[in-house]
């Protein structure tokens, strides 16, 4: 289940007895919508004591889980691009660490795929849930770098290296 924040806002333009009576079966002390004797005022849902909330939502085929619903593992091999090298590059603070671009524009002038350096940089990094998310994509693992790496040498542990060729063979 995802936890979203969120305040949600109604306006009803008209005020004609449909619309009114939709406004009177909403009206609550708890979604915070006041009614008036000439007219009615929304001003919004949640709840009326000033407290926060999260709503609940459930994603996915039958609510359970993301990857259904489209939101985690959706994307294709294609779907990755130079941008997303760069992002996931600043995101697991490796320009710091190296204190350039240069190790990320020479795997990018080596005219391997994106996804599969995204799959090298995640394996080095020991990101498990972007390497599951980068193979079932379509990364593939026995790409080489300009050290001649693949995705298992490069793996931060063993653990890591194990569950790429345990991804591998459980696939295939």
């Not at 004797?37 to 000033?50: A, D, E, Q, T």
């Not at 345990?166 to 696939?171: A, C, L, R, S, W």
């Amino acid at each position: 289940m995802a936890s979203i924040p969120c305040t949600i806002g109604l306006s009803f333009p008209s005020t004609n007895n449909t619309s009114y009576s939709v406004l009177l079966k909403l009206c609550s002390g708890f979604l915070g919508i006041r009614k008036k004797k000439l007219g009615y005022c929304c001003s919004r849902i949640g709840p009326s004591n000033g407290s926060r909330t999260k709503c609940w939502f459930k994603f996915g085929k039958n609510g359970v889980d993301a990857e259904g619903a489209g939101i985690y593992g959706s994307q294709s091999r294609n779907d990755f691009d130079r941008d997303d090298v760069e992002q996931y590059f600043n995101y697991m603070g490796m320009l710091a660490v190296e204190g350039t671009y240069d190790k990320m524009n020479s795997l990018l002038s080596q005219n391997i795929h994106p996804v599969d350096i995204l799959l090298l940089m995640a394996s080095s990094e020991g990101d498990l849930p972007k390497i599951e998310e980068l193979l079932r994509a379509g990364a593939k693992y026995d790409i080489k770098d300009a050290d001649g790496k693949t995705a298992v040498d490069r793996a931060a542990n063993k653990e890591i290296g194990e569950f790429i060729l345990g991804f591998v063979v459980q696939k295939a």
